[in-house]
């Protein structure tokens, strides 16, 4: 049929192959841990990373994505989009100088180094030379790839096209304003009771209930398999072979319980994509701001929700009698719902989380135009802890040395994790008006529909559209956080008794 | 230093980096096994071994190697016999053109389809004009490989490189002459008993029996691990991360017990190679034969040993009390060295193993001469298992179709197997003369010296010697069947009272 095409097919699906194999090398380097082994592994990792890179800049490429996206009239809507993503992103590549690329890497490496020893130390002023270097590459990076309003959007586009810092600043007005204050008043609420979470919760036990929890979600075991690692993720093979990973805390019910949850929505997104579009675009996330969403959804918008555990408390109760004995459907729920402010952004309840999110946002985006120097930065971090959260900083670690991203120069990374919930709450009121009963459905266990619903309007078009398009054609506007907002209000009302 | 040399390592270690990273995907579909992701994780090990071969037969690598071995005189011993197996190895993959190859590609692939419709119908003739076209893929092979005195030269230089069939012809007329009438005359004498080792033996406790067995050899455990797979196999990611696999059947100890003494054997090879020269023929097995030779040695003169276990079989009683009551040592000596002909090569005690494989080397040198035709080999096989083991095949899939090999075109290979323990008999009598009261440290549980021993002799050499060279350093001589007949002798001798 078209032949530069199918060469362009061939292509994408060895740079896939590449792609996916250092993937699986990742895994298994997560999940298993030959401890001597792990040197040469990072050495394997580096090398597929190279081959997929040369594949993806090849001069002979760009020349074929030039003449398909000039020939674009003989090709239909799928492949056009196709070429158009793989086109876009081929010119970004080719912004960057190799000589630029492995300044950066070189500068990654050296931050990293700077932040473990920081944080064995506590001390930010071991990091702070090395942040700075960070963030004078980021800034190049962004003036190299160019952007129209802000440098934000330049770096911002890796992990969220088309979104803009103009965007999230509206959307983070809105958490400043309403969410801070929402917080604030349920903290003065008396606390609800999660002690009972925290009993002996046997291993075995747990993961034969993740399992569990798993194919309840339609995780698809044919093409996927959960195992143990310290930090839990999910990671693509291909869409017939996707892999999530868990922890378990016998001594905390929720660690494994709504980490299983989260990654097995990030799943069904992955097993949702057609395996005929293996390595085209149109057979890849959108975006990690609506990755994050699928996540998100089925955690707190169905995982934490009583509806959800209508359908599966009483097989807990089963399983784990003595544990949660005496404890109802009601007091459960709100349990798994707390509301409590805390240092460690991974350890958030679903309102304070937003305020992390937050504080990363105001930071890296000044100190990317400049009007934040790296030197002030844990001051003006701790600074925002109390103002956010009411919570005084006690260590770096606790603090400005937590995340690792930055260090890894992820600048523009955060914000995706509140797009995440900000479309779930979105998305799933969407869900409830199209799927009639749909709660009801939740309540007795039967999860069917709504993965049909993500399946139909979100898992199947990959790249087709863009995030905010997508937004739009399912829920009639682009990114609203009343969504959000409204949502958090009505869970957190009932469940404090504001 | 040498700019040249230093480019061939770079070069050699990205090759490495490509084939061990398909090794890592090859290892995870047979130990994990999402079904759905079977097809795409064949793509992608297929890509990976395009990209190694892409790298491998450059016409720049191949400049630079002719210019490293006409300035050989800059390279030290190690430096110059690398680039010289480097260089062999180039010369030899450039005879096959890049047509050829497609063709055998595809000839292995329709051949394998028309073994396994076979195996279904267990019925030869469905299998027979694929074998055919094997057949004469192979022989093209040979030709275009070249050969001196035998076609069979050329394809058994890719498992046993310097090897001939001139020694192989010596040493299957020794099997031909005296280890069938050995082997006749202990079929004459009263069998050994073995009933109890086909009792129940739990999953749990022969795994960490098989973990204990590996510790003990010597296998490290931080550069490496062992998983369970429907076939146990070795495979390196690199010497410091070589895993195995094993099965457990729980009506049959000797299944995992063997399997996993055998397998760390391999293991033990690879973990011995320097991790410093990573990717370069120093650090790679030299052969197939002194591969098999080291999981031979371990699997048989010392894993199938009475000084073994005098140190294992008090804890193995303590681990199946039920099952080993009343069986004193010598019992269970016995009984794991039980004789009996069998029609199954993989099946078969360490005697009549070599009559299997000495039937294969008959077979397929005569095909490859064309002294025989495959629309008679179903007949001569059966023939010689009658004259040979005394058995009548019953059917295909106990005879002809039994073994994948001919069918993925490995021939040359068979002969690999009776090599391995042919070598481990010299070597392990050398291993005697050299360290003075081997047998007794042995007896006491303490395997170190003779790992040592095979460290010093064998692995830290890579592929510095031919097998034929080694094994001359080692014992004095080459490949010599005698040993094997001594040790067969004299142990078989005693367990049954010849």
């Given at each position: 049929?078209?032949?530069?095409?199918?060469?362009?097919?061939?292509?994408?699906?060895?740079?896939?192959?590449?792609?996916?194999?250092?993937?699986?090398?990742?895994?298994?380097?997560?999940?298993?841990?030959?401890?001597?082994?792990?040197?040469i592994r990072a050495q394997q990792v580096a090398t597929l990373s190279g081959i997929a890179h040369e594949l993806l800049t090849d001069e002979q490429f760009g020349i074929l994505l030039d003449k398909l996206q000039q020939n674009s009239k003989n090709l239909n809507a799928v492949q056009a989009k196709n070429v158009e993503v793989s086109g876009k992103r081929y010119q970004k590549i080719k912004k960057l100088s190799?000589?630029?690329?492995?300044?950066?890497?070189?500068?990654?490496?050296?931050?990293?180094?700077?932040?473990?020893?920081?944080?064995?130390?506590?001390?930010?002023?071991?990091?702070?030379?090395?942040?700075?270097?960070?963030?004078?590459?980021?800034?190049?990076?962004?003036?190299?790839?160019?952007?129209?309003?802000?440098?934000?959007?330049?770096?911002?586009?890796?992990?969220?096209?088309?979104?803009?810092?103009?965007?999230?600043?509206?959307?983070?007005?809105?958490?400043?304003?309403?969410?801070?204050?929402?917080?604030?008043?349920?903290?003065?609420?008396?606390?609800?009771?999660?002690?009972?979470?925290?009993?002996?919760?046997?291993?075995?036990?747990?993961?034969?209930?993740?399992?569990?929890?798993?194919?309840?979600?339609?995780?698809?075991?044919?093409?996927?398999?959960?195992?143990?690692?310290?930090?839990?993720?999910?990671?693509?093979?291909?869409?017939?072979?996707?892999?999530?990973?868990?922890?378990?805390?016998?001594?905390?019910?929720?660690?494994?319980?709504?980490?299983?949850?989260?990654?097995?929505?990030?799943?069904?997104?992955?097993?949702?994509?057609?395996?005929?579009?293996?390595?085209?675009?149109?057979?890849?996330?959108?975006?990690?701001?609506?990755?994050?969403?699928?996540?998100?959804?089925?955690?707190?918008?169905?995982?934490?929700?009583?509806?959800?555990?209508?359908?599966?408390?009483?097989?807990?109760?089963?399983?784990?009698?003595?544990?949660?004995?005496?404890?109802?459907?009601?007091?459960?729920?709100?349990?798994?719902?707390?509301?409590?402010?805390?240092?460690?952004?991974?350890?958030?309840?679903?309102?304070?989380?937003?305020?992390?999110?937050?504080?990363?946002?105001?930071?890296?985006?000044?100190?990317?135009?400049?009007?934040?120097?790296?030197?002030?930065?844990?001051?003006?971090?701790?600074?925002?802890?109390?103002?956010?959260?009411?919570?005084?900083?006690?260590?770096?670690?606790?603090?400005?040395?937590?995340?690792?991203?930055?260090?890894?120069?992820?600048?523009?990374?955060?914000?995706?994790?509140?797009?995440?919930?900000?479309?779930?709450?979105?998305?799933?009121?969407?869900?409830?008006?199209?799927?009639?009963?749909?709660?009801?459905?939740?309540?007795?266990?039967?999860?069917?529909?709504?993965?049909?619903?993500?399946?139909?309007?979100?898992?199947?078009?990959?790249?087709?559209?863009?995030?905010?398009?997508?937004?739009?054609?399912?829920?009639?506007?682009?990114?609203?956080?009343?969504?959000?907002?409204?949502?958090?209000?009505?869970?957190?009302?009932?469940?404090?008794?504001?």
């Amino acid at each position: 049929m078209n032949k530069d095409y199918d060469n362009y097919v061939a292509r994408m699906r060895k740079i896939a192959d590449v792609e996916h194999s250092a993937a699986v090398l990742s895994w298994d380097k997560e999940v298993n841990h030959p401890k001597k082994g792990s040197e040469i592994r990072a050495q394997q990792v580096a090398t597929l990373s190279g081959i997929a890179h040369e594949l993806l800049t090849d001069e002979q490429f760009g020349i074929l994505l030039d003449k398909l996206q000039q020939n674009s009239k003989n090709l239909n809507a799928v492949q056009a989009k196709n070429v158009e993503v793989s086109g876009k992103r081929y010119q970004k590549i080719k912004k960057l100088s190799k000589a630029f690329v492995e300044r950066k890497s070189r500068t990654t490496s050296s931050t990293y180094d700077a932040w473990i020893k920081a944080r064995a130390q506590k001390d930010y002023s071991l990091y702070r030379e090395a942040l700075q270097q960070m963030i004078e590459v980021k800034r190049e990076e962004a003036g190299l790839l160019g952007y129209e309003a802000h440098p934000y959007d330049a770096l911002l586009d890796d992990y969220e096209p088309g979104f803009t810092s103009a965007q999230l600043d509206q959307l983070f007005a809105d958490v400043r304003k309403q969410l801070v204050e929402f917080a604030a008043e349920i903290r003065q609420k008396s606390q609800v009771e999660d002690s009972f979470l925290y009993k002996f919760y046997p291993r075995q036990k747990q993961w034969d209930f993740g399992i569990d929890i798993l194919k309840n979600m339609g995780y698809d075991f044919e093409a996927g398999q959960q195992d143990i690692s310290t930090h839990p993720f999910t990671t693509s093979f291909g869409p017939t072979d996707v892999r999530v990973t868990t922890r378990i805390d016998e001594h905390n019910f929720g660690s494994m319980t709504w980490s299983c949850i989260h990654e097995g929505g990030h799943a069904l997104y992955e097993q949702g994509f057609k395996p005929e579009a293996y390595g085209l675009p149109i057979a890849k996330a959108i975006s990690l701001g609506i990755h994050e969403s699928q996540s998100r959804l089925w955690e707190n918008n169905v995982g934490r929700s009583l509806p959800y555990w209508k359908a599966h408390y009483a097989k807990l109760q089963e399983i784990f009698p003595a544990n949660l004995k005496g404890i109802d459907l009601v007091q459960f729920y709100k349990g798994i719902n707390k509301i409590e402010p805390s240092l460690i952004r991974t350890e958030s309840d679903e309102i304070h989380y937003h305020f992390h999110v937050l504080i990363r946002y105001e930071l890296e985006k000044a100190l990317l135009e400049g009007s934040l120097e790296v030197e002030d930065l844990e001051q003006e971090w701790n600074k925002r802890y109390k103002s956010y959260l009411g919570l005084d900083v006690p260590d770096a670690n606790q603090g400005i040395l937590q995340d690792i991203h930055w260090a890894f120069g992820l600048i523009g990374y955060f914000p995706t994790y509140s797009l995440g919930s900000f479309y779930a709450a979105q998305f799933f009121e969407q869900a409830k008006k199209d799927i009639p009963g749909l709660l009801e459905q939740i309540e007795s266990g039967n999860n069917a529909e709504l993965l049909n619903w993500l399946r139909d309007n979100i898992h199947v078009y990959g790249k087709f559209y863009t995030a905010n398009d997508l937004c739009e054609k399912i829920t009639g506007e682009t990114l609203n956080f009343q969504y959000f907002m409204d949502y958090a209000k009505a869970k957190y009302r009932d469940i404090y008794n504001v």
